[in-house]
């Protein structure tokens, strides 16, 4: 027994130096589950700050690819984290409505092409998420324009969804975008627009289209944006996040 615990204690201390040291891919990052011991393990290496923000991917219903563009939220995070004072946690975090820990994540992200639904018990769980003070940013990477903009006037039927103009504070907060939200993909050949619906002078949920901001966060040879265009999209969402946690 003990001659065998020796050189196995050897190997394991061996394999954790080795995966301490190790680089993490963005594909694998990506992919980290809430609640799981990989997910503690990379938290404590890659952000020690227990306090610092996390932000979630919403994975939701109805057929879209909730998942498209795996570097996209960990290149933003980077971001955020090299040109803002907020304390922020680079790991990508994935939450559907109806997960318990919901409620732990103050900016939701969602993007991807085509249909989303909502449940009748996830669209009251979202609601009260966003009267608590969370936020929802959600990106049109092309087609989602005409069913999440049905989805937006069910979560608050009393509620206008709203074009934000250009001097809304939301194109204000940390960059100045005096033109409103930048160009960065072509789709319809339309001008970027940004809807929201706002709560108590606050908006709650913000929609963009025409713009796809989440494919100027992707790695470079993804869509090979040129760097102009990748510090636009990733400048407009910091002015994002800014707005969710300022205002």
Request: with cysteine; net charge negative.
């Amino acid at each position: 027994m003990c001659m065998r615990t020796g050189p196995l204690l050897a190997i394991t201390t061996m394999l954790w130096v080795v995966l301490a040291t190790a680089p993490i891919s963005v594909a694998q990052v990506s992919r980290i589950v809430p609640g799981t011991v990989e997910e503690d393990y990379l938290s404590q290496r890659y952000n020690p700050d227990p306090s610092a923000l996390k932000v979630a991917r919403l994975h939701y219903s109805g057929g879209g690819d909730w998942y498209w563009g795996a570097s996209a939220i960990p290149n933003f995070l980077e971001f955020v984290r090299d040109n803002s004072p907020f304390p922020v946690d680079t790991l990508e975090r994935q939450v559907k409505i109806t997960d318990p820990d919901l409620f732990q994540y103050p900016f939701m992200f969602a993007t991807g092409h085509g249909t989303v639904e909502f449940s009748p018990e996830e669209k009251e769980r979202l609601r009260t998420y966003l009267l608590a003070g969370g936020f929802l940013f959600v990106n049109d990477s092309y087609g989602m324009k005409a069913k999440f903009l049905e989805v937006m006037g069910g979560l608050f039927p009393e509620r206008e969804v709203v074009e934000l103009p250009f001097d809304h504070p939301i194109y204000h907060s940390f960059y100045d975008f005096p033109n409103g939200p930048p160009k960065i993909h072509e789709h319809d050949n339309e001008a970027p627009r940004g809807y929201a619906l706002i709560i108590n002078g606050r908006v709650v949920v913000y929609f963009l289209v025409e713009s796809d901001i989440g494919d100027g966060w992707e790695d470079p040879q993804v869509h090979n944006d040129p760097p102009e265009k990748r510090d636009e999209a990733l400048r407009m969402g910091l002015n994002i996040l800014s707005y969710a946690l300022l205002y």
